[in-house]
């Protein structure tokens, strides 16, 4: 089954505790992204990833990092996560990263809770 | 800068009701628009699309018009089922770029 899978779905820490959300993807797409979802605000992307090794800044970036060694993942990771970074989180994948053309899929979603 | 803007919920209905969700935008150019569902516990499905002005996107009995003059792409269904309880969110992508915006998000709750 096509699927976009994020791990782990349901994560509480505290504050400074490094972490990472992984995110795989078995459709061979070239194009991922990470979105965070808070109420009142919509989703909006942290960062994306055209391809292998080349990943950029999205709108809201700091105090994320993403790395992409291969095509089907695209972790990310909290160095020192701090409340505000409380949210939930959303990866996403599509074929080549133009969104007219290309139907971007979700994975199920992260709830990440930073005490 | 482009954004979305889209009627706060909730929107409570009963079944077989008319359902229309607003949405209107900002942007330079020709965007394309979209519509996603997102139901409880999963992530977002991509609902319709429309590339060009005066498209109608259309799937599942929803549809939304393109709309450049009045810059809206307003989603609505005839006949409303409990099952099409969820969030709605309104989008544009910039002519040919990657970016996805979204809107605040419309819940929509369907009673029998």
């Known amino acids: 089954e096509a699927q976009v899978t994020q791990n782990p779905r349901y994560l509480i820490t505290v504050t400074g505790k490094k972490l990472t959300v992984t995110c795989s993807q078995n459709?061979?797409?070239?194009?991922m992204s990470w979105y965070r979802q808070d109420p009142g605000l919509g989703l909006r992307q942290i960062y994306y990833?055209?391809?292998?090794?080349?990943?950029d800044k999205g709108d809201v970036p700091e105090g994320y990092k993403v790395s992409r060694k291969e095509k089907r993942n695209f972790p990310l990771i909290l160095e020192s996560p701090s409340p505000n970074q409380t949210s939930l989180y959303f990866c996403a994948s599509s074929l080549y990263g133009d969104s007219s053309y290309n139907e971007q899929f979700f994975g199920p979603g992260t709830r990440l809770t930073v005490l | 800068g482009d954004s979305v803007t889209q009627m706060e919920g909730p929107v409570t209905l009963s079944e077989e009701a008319f359902l229309t969700i607003n949405c209107t935008y900002t942007a330079t150019g020709y965007p394309s628009l979209f519509w996603y569902v997102q139901y409880p516990g999963e992530g977002l499905q991509l609902l319709l699309k429309?590339?060009?002005?005066?498209d109608k996107g259309s799937n599942k009995g929803f549809e939304a018009t393109y709309r450049k003059e009045t810059t809206s792409f307003h989603l609505e269904k005839g006949s409303v089922q409990v099952s099409d309880s969820a969030v709605y969110f309104c989008a544009l992508s910039p002519y040919n770029t990657d970016k996805l915006i979204f809107g605040t998000g419309t819940r929509l709750q369907v009673f029998p």
């Open positions: 429309a590339t060009k002005a005066d």
């Open positions: 990833s055209m391809n292998v090794e080349v990943t």
């Open positions: 459709m061979n797409h070239e194009y």
